[in-house]
């Protein structure tokens, strides 16, 4: 099991910028995925971005796409969400995830076991 431990939330007019960060323990961070993932009030959790062990290859959703950047250093065991020009819609608590396994894609928000407690978000218009 990993102990995830998200930091970098806050608040932020529209079109400022935040960098999440996700500080790992307890497995070998670079033997598996990581993702980022989001719940705004009323809504269901959803995806934003993964990122393969190795850092070589990522994969985003349509609506962060080009705006928000992950990244990960496995030297200090910790995975990024860089988010620029956000967006009041971008208002939500925000849950860095460890996938199960190395395998590239993850298949699906079941393939993440691990959960941070997340980091709220919070754009104003």
């Known amino acids: 099991q990993v102990q995830l431990v998200e930091s970098g939330g806050g608040s932020v007019q529209a079109g400022g910028s935040l960098r999440l960060s996700c500080a790992a323990s307890g497995r070998t961070f670079s033997a598996y995925n990581m993702g980022w993932f989001r719940q705004a009030p009323g809504k269901e959790r959803e995806f934003v971005a993964t990122?393969?062990?190795?850092?070589?290859?990522?994969y985003y959703a349509d609506s962060v796409n080009g705006r928000f950047t992950i990244s990960r250093d496995n030297a200090k065991n910790t995975v990024y969400l860089q988010m620029n020009s956000l967006k009041p819609e971008d208002t939500a608590v925000y849950y860095c995830?460890?996938?199960?396994?190395?395998?590239?894609?993850?298949?699906?928000?079941?393939?993440?076991?691990?959960w941070g407690h997340g980091t709220q978000v919070t754009v104003s218009s």
């Open positions: 990122i393969k062990w190795s850092g070589e290859a990522t």
């Open positions: 995830a460890a996938d199960r396994s190395p395998l590239w894609p993850p298949r699906g928000e079941s393939d993440f076991a691990s």
